[in-house]
């Protein structure tokens, strides 16, 4: 475990200062809404709509209105390449890796890249901008001077739209499921672990990725603590329970949470079930051979002896509070949307009333959930710390890259299903799949449908879009954010897992050969 995992541990400690941090957020919001801010932010997008609706045009979401011109140039690209390399090297550099697997170093490095960012928008960029929160907006530059609007809105764009949804939604899943400890050690048999991950890839649907990810990833540790040969066990439980697995429905993972909020139908996507069931049943065939007949034999005999011995039955424990409190996140979720009223009312939900709720949910599961079963899970807040410090870098520095698909994205010729699925994919893998989603889901309302719609969108190129987001976002450690926090916590268990790099060599030999032919049968 490293320095910051020891540091962020969940003990009463931490737990009393993030509950204390907890109650000034709610406190602070509750103020703001005395003063009226969160439902004028709520009442500038119901209007926004009002006009959207009366002209039947983008201006509530400003995905596809005229910017000509408007995106910075491609070396504005270089400071996320840079956190990128930065993600991949620095963990296999001898002078440098201990230093990085401080959270407060990767922090440091992401922190400075995001400056740079914001550093050529207020000093350099002398084009308009788009502004997202709570509405869209055009910010232009200062006639001569600093450009402080732009900036601010790219910060707005990166921070208030995109980030604080993103992390608040993680961490609330995270820190829920971290209450409810399935307890129990099998025999780490192919079969078993097969099972693991077949449970968890169907789980992802229905509690998200996350949550589906932090409840399954420590009972798998467990089973497998006897067997040396385990890394490309998570490897595996990243491909299926983090990512693929997570289809079905708007709550399996953010990219399909972001098309339910632009007018996809709750259930469109249980269409997907033949494309899902090929993907997930393919890999755990391919898992299922690999453990069976390559790492299942290399394990010592006195470990199987050993594993075999010391086995004991799932308990299941925790499930008060926290079962209820995770129905309440998916509850948040689906109905606290300002731009939607809640279903059988007229009433919108004000501005990040969503998150403060989700936030107030961790609450409960700290003061009212088990300590006990926290420190039985190894529970931390190391992992979250990672994706959080990782994250805010990684959403700053891609607002170039965003702009420039945002203006350019229709004219590279992507038209077909299968292209959408291959474009949006390839993004997914190294873009955060939620935005780069959003980029290219408005890219498709823009063309002609050559069949069905779906929120403006051809059902075939809609099917493309989402099933690149989620599916390829397994390919890096960085498309999904539990792809780090398996990753955090397998590390801090004693698991060895692969490189950035390494873990290419997993995804491209194993995930792209199963796409592909998946590709080729259903588009």
Known sequence: MTHDSHAAAGGTDATGRLLAGLAVLVALYAGAAAFGWPQHGRDLLVAAQAVHEGHASDAGHGAHAAHAGTSPPAVTVLPFCLLLAAIAILPLTPPLAHWWEHNSSK?????????VTLGYYLFVHRQPVDLHFPVHATVAPAAQGLSWGVAGAVLANAFLSEY?????LLFALYVISGGVRIEGDL????????????????AASFIGTTGAAMLLVRPLLET????RYVAHTLVFFIFLVCNTGGCLLPIGDPPLFLGYLEGVDFFWTTSLWQEWLFTNSSLLAIYWIWDTFFAHPREAARDLARDERQTTRLRISGLWPNAALMAGVIAAVAL???SKAVPGTAWH???FLREIVLLALVGASLLFGSHDIRRQNGFSYGAILEVAALFVGIFVCMQ??????DEHGASLGIDSPRAFFWATGALSAVLDNAPTYLVFFKTAQTLPAVGDTMAGVDVGRLAGVSLGAVFLGAMTYIGNGPNFMVKAIAEQSGVRMPSFFGYLLYSFGVLLPVFAVMSFLFF
Do not use: C, H, S, Y
């Open 164 to 168: 604080v949804p993103f992390i608040v």
């Open 107 to 115: 922090l440091l490095v992401a922190g400075m890249l995001g400056l």
């Open 336 to 338: 606290l949307d300002p």
């Open 187 to 202: 025999v780490a048999t192919p079969q078993v672990n097969t099972a693991f991950l077949a449970v968890g890839a169907l």
């Open 349 to 351: 939900p004000w501005i």
């Open 224 to 227: 497998n603590k006897e067997r």
């Open 400 to 405: 170039p890259a965003l702009a420039l698909l």
